[in-house]
């Protein structure tokens, strides 16, 4: 992961990176839902994350022998390793777009993955002994709110099927399951092996499920091409090594609360991106979930 903090870089609140990375994840990863909208429109789902995967090997193969970093050194790290790759590749992404090729809406799945922060506030004091105050459940729940107002005011939320709502809340559960294990089992590994190993796993188990459920036909189009650029680098390999980073740095709760402003901020950008409609309700919803979001990262445990 991100290097080691030198004394020039190291202040009260952290090295340089790990008090920007924050601002970096949000936008980055928030980005990704215009992106992959944008991707979407020209390829099946599971093909589409499919070939997502294999461009981000191709990135990363070739860096081996250059930056040479070194394999995990116990079997417990190679687990580890695989078992965060597994459920934030294979469950969290595969879920979700199954549940977008089975009819739930965008709106219907954000507000469904928005509950992350509160299952981790739940199970933080047992799983990984983090204690959350009533400062911070009241950030918390200003944060849902906020953003739930946004997805309301901007899309409908519906589902068509029983499948498909399983889909998301398994995406949902997969996303908290891999924040809780980064934080109580997370090793540190150079960000090269640790993401060539955990996109080797997704993509091991979605290529054949696109091949087994799609017609894995394709639109070659300068969208396409440009929203899998995007995705590859500044979804893929950033945001992810981000988030993990910043969970093992950090205190789970504090940072799974930045998933409240992941909807108000994908609203803004696919404002200016693809020039979806951004109505006053979710300006609201937007200053009440980065409210909330503000009072959960400052609360202090006691």
Not at 38 to 48: K, Q, R, V
Not at 145 to 163: K, Q, Y
Not at 243 to 258: F, Q
Request: proline letters at 7%; charged letters at 10%.
């Amino acid at each position: 992961m991100p290097p080691a903090a030198t004394p020039e870089s190291q202040t009260e609140s952290g090295p340089l990176w790990l008090r920007l990375a924050p601002a970096i994840f949000l936008l980055l990863w928030s980005a990704g839902f215009a992106f992959a909208k944008m991707g979407l429109a020209h390829a099946e789902p599971l093909t589409f994350l499919a070939m997502r995967y294999g461009l981000v090997l191709l990135v990363l193969l070739p860096l081996l022998p250059i930056l040479r970093p070194p394999l995990p050194d116990t079997s417990k790290v190679w687990r580890d390793v695989i078992i965060v790759g597994f459920l934030i590749q294979a469950l969290y992404f595969g879920l979700s777009y199954l549940a977008f090729s089975r009819g739930v809406s965008a709106g219907g799945l954000a507000l469904i993955v928005s509950l992350q922060p509160i299952l981790v506030a739940v199970l933080a004091p047992r799983l990984v002994a983090e204690r959350v105050g009533l400062k911070r459940w009241g950030g918390l729940g200003l944060g849902l709110a906020g953003a739930a107002l946004v997805i309301l005011a901007r899309s409908r939320v519906e589902a068509t099927s029983a499948f498909a709502l399983a889909c998301a809340f398994g995406a949902l559960g997969a996303m908290t399951a891999a924040a809780l294990y980064e934080k109580r089992c997370g090793t540190p590994l150079h960000p090269v092996m640790a993401n060539l190993i955990q996109y080797s796993v997704g993509f091991v188990i979605v290529a054949p499920m696109a091949w087994a459920l799609e017609d894995m036909r394709v639109e070659w189009t300068a969208e396409l091409l440009t929203a899998l650029a995007y995705l590859v680098v500044g979804n893929s390999i950033i945001s992810v090594t981000l988030l993990l980073a910043m969970i093992r740095r950090g205190e789970v709760a504090r940072v799974s609360a930045l998933f409240f402003l992941v909807p108000p901020m994908a609203a803004l950008i696919a404002w200016f991106i693809i020039g979806e409609a951004m109505p006053p309700l979710a300006w609201i919803g937007m200053a009440c979930a980065a409210l909330g979001v503000v009072i959960a990262s400052r609360a202090q445990k006691r």
